[in-house]
Structures are given as C-alpha cells and as structure tokens.
C-alpha cells in the first residue's frame, strides 16, 4: 500500500511543481509598508497595482483610528463562539440592518469569510433535488459551493445568454423530475477579465424560466452603482437579485463578508447555515470596522469618483497606446501581450525591477497557451502620474517584447 503523502512528493500540483522558481517573486510576493498606490517590493518602492483597495479606505486615517480604538476597546477574542450560541452581539444586528438597506433588501446576514460564507450560502440555499446553473468561469468559491450540491449542476459559457437559456431548459426538464427547483449564478464583476455579468439580460429570462439568481458582487459592491452600491444597482435589476453577496476583502478593505436577501430566506440562512452555525462569530473590531467603512461609502462619493477618474484615465490610456484590454467594463483591467511563460517572467522582472511597476501576471493554464495578461486593479490612491509613468513602462516593455530582448534573456538563464 503507498503511504498517503507519496503522491505528494511526487507531484506538487499545477502552481506547486513552479514553487522553487517563482515563490517570493512571481507567488508569495512580499509587499511592504502601508497600502497605498506605492509600496514596498524587496527593498524598492513600486506603484502597486495589485490590492483590490478600490477607493483606498486601507490606510485613511479615520479608518485606521476605528480599527484601532476598536481593538483597544474589545482585543480580538469578543464576542466568543458561533452567533447562534454567544457570539451574538447588537453592534452585529446593527451592521446587517445597515447593509441591507444599504443594498435595497430587507435583511442581511454577516459572513466570517467571502469564500466560506459564499459556498456554504450555496450549500444550503440548494437540496438534492434542486439544480444549479452557473457561469463557466464562477470564482472557486463557487465552484467549492457546487461542489457540496449533490443534485444536478450545468454550467453556462461564460456571460453567454444563449448557452444559459438552454442549460435553464435543461434544467427545467431535471428539475421537474426531481421536483426541486433551480438556481442561477453569476458574478457582478468578473474578477481576472472585469467583464460584468449580464445581470440584466439574466433576470430578464425570469419572465419564461422558474428560477432563483444569486449573485456574487465581490468586486461590484463599492464600485459600481449609486454610491457603490453594486453591479445589481448599476445594472437596474437589484431587485431581481434574489440573494445578493459581497465581501469586505476589496471595497471595504477588511475581512469578512455578507450575504443580503428577503427576510425569510436570511432567517432560513441564519438557522441552515453550517459554516456559520459551527464557527465563530465576526470578531467586533471588524464588524465596527464595517460600519464605519459602510458610512464612507454611504457619505465620501468623491472616493468612488476618484477611483473612477483614475480608470478612465488608465484604460483610456492604454487604448491610445494600441494595448488590448479586452471587455472590462469595470475598474480592473487586463491587459493582453502575446508571449511565452518564460518570456513573461523576464517582462514581469523588468517591470518590477527597472520600471518599478507591480501588478500581478497570468499565464496558461488559468488563460490560453500563449498569451500573458498582466492585471491592474487601480484604486482612489493612484495618481495621475503613476498612471502616465505606468503607461510609458507598458509602451517600452511591448516593444522590448516585440523585438525578442525577453526571449533572449529567458534563453540566457536558462542556457
Ligand atoms: C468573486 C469573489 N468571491 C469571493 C471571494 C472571496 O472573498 P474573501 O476574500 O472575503 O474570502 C473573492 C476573493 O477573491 C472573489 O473574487
């Protein structure tokens, strides 16, 4: 019999097998200092543009001072336990009642994390009987979710209609079998890409097919809409949305999340809900974290036009310049090069060690063979000047691209 772990010492996984070439450079980069459009990367500063601070609430003093008087006042252990044992408190009602209105719904219900929170909402939103119908390219937390489903699941191409209207007959044809019904998901923002899921165009298919939408917002809320107030809002349909989740880890610069619906369904949630029911509660230094950075959203919109300003200006720019940014229709934005795995590691080195330009980079598998996506994800705190030093770094790094100086330097260290 093999030992378990003798699978593990021979394969390492698709990202674990690169660990000894890219770990504390290309994965598990160590940015440093306050967050901020210029941080720290190994020892220089860099114009970061890789945290989703969208409307740079991270380091504003008035925050800071929240999160750190509510340290004082309650360390991080209160409240202790699950909410539905002892780890209930008013401060937690009070923030669920504010999201809620906040996202045009009657009730909202507190998540510890985004990823958890959101696969476990669609654990228990769903019973064997019933089926999901999600988008192709659903963030893991989704798949996770669907994961746990033990009934019918189809997926839908991505941000197609069409493949989702005949994936809805499908599941029509199951679901009146089993005698369930059916949920549809979609993300507001498409977090690699920026598209934004047709939510419009989804809800409208509410008038011919039964089903219920859930929408994971992680990048919307904060960003799109009246006041940030989410992809739903953006699109006019929020009321079509029947549960509506976001987190805390991008607009709101935290930890935690919250899932926001009708009443009855929030109450089904809050009594269903494994991996809030046995884990314990939102610890009080960010819920009161949350209610402040709610009130910046609610009351400073010159932070969301600021971060709006700074996207135009980035996109705008790199459009003139030729680049390919594909579809967003959001604040982040991709930018396509064509190249190999190795040539791009040699541009991602350039332009963090000689143009002083951090942003994240893809390559295959997550996209296709062949092409590199370096993805920038401008906040509130950017300037116009790194935007224009960002843009003239990206026109030199193309041409050196183009003119082989990656290719020839990859084969050096390889050679
Ligand atoms: C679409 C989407 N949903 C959920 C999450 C998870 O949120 P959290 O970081 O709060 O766990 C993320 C974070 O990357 C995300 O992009």
Known sequence: MRDLFDRIHENKGPLGKWASQAEGYFVFPKLEGPISNRMKFKGKEVITWSVNDYLGLANLPEIRKVDAEAALEYGSAYPMGARMMSG???????????????????????????????????????????????????????????????????T?????????????????????????????ISEGVFGMRGEQGKLKEIAALKKQYNFRFLVDDAHGFGTLGENGKGAGNEQGVQDQIDV????????????????????????????????????????????????????????????????????????????????????????????????????????????????????????????????????LIPTATHTLEDIQITLDAFASIREKLENGTYKRLSESVTA
């Not at 064997?128 to 989704?142: F, G, P």
């Not at 839908?156 to 949920?183: D, P």
């Open 88 to 154: 209930h408190t008013d401060l937690h009602e009070q923030l669920e009642q504010e999201l809620a209105t906040f996202v045009d719904k009657e009730a909202a219900y507190l998540l510890n994390f985004g990823y958890q929170g959101i696969l476990s909402t669609v654990d228990t939103l769903v019973s064997k009987d019933d089926v999901i119908v999600y988008d192709v390219d659903a963030h893991a937390c989704i798949v996770d979710g669907v994961r746990l489903h033990l009934g019918k699941r189809f």
């Open 244 to 375: 509506y989740f976001a987190t805390f880890a991008k607009s709101m610069a935290s930890t935690g999340a919250f899932v926001a619906a009708d009443k009855e369904i929030i109450d089904y949630l809050k009594y269903n809900m494994r991996s809030q029911m046995f884990a314990k509660s939102l610890q009080m230094q960010l819920v009161k974290g949350a209610l402040k950075r709610l009130d910046m959203l609610r009351t400073r919109p010159d932070l969301k036009a600021k971060l709006w300003e700074n996207v135009d200006a980035l996109q705008n720019g790199l459009k003139e310049k030729g680049f390919d940014i594909g579809t967003t229709q959001s604040c982040v934005t991709p930018v396509y090069l064509k190249g190999s795995i190795p040539e791009a590691m040699a541009l991602v080195k350039d332009l963090r060690e000689n143009y002083g330009i951090f942003c994240s980079i893809v390559v295959y598998p997550v996209i296709p063979k062949g092409l590199i996506l370096l993805r």
């Open 156 to 184: 839908y191409q991505h941000n197609n209609v069409e493949s989702l209207e005949k994936n809805l007959k499908r599941a029509t044809k199951v679901a009146e079998q089993t005698g369930g019904g059916i949920l549809v």
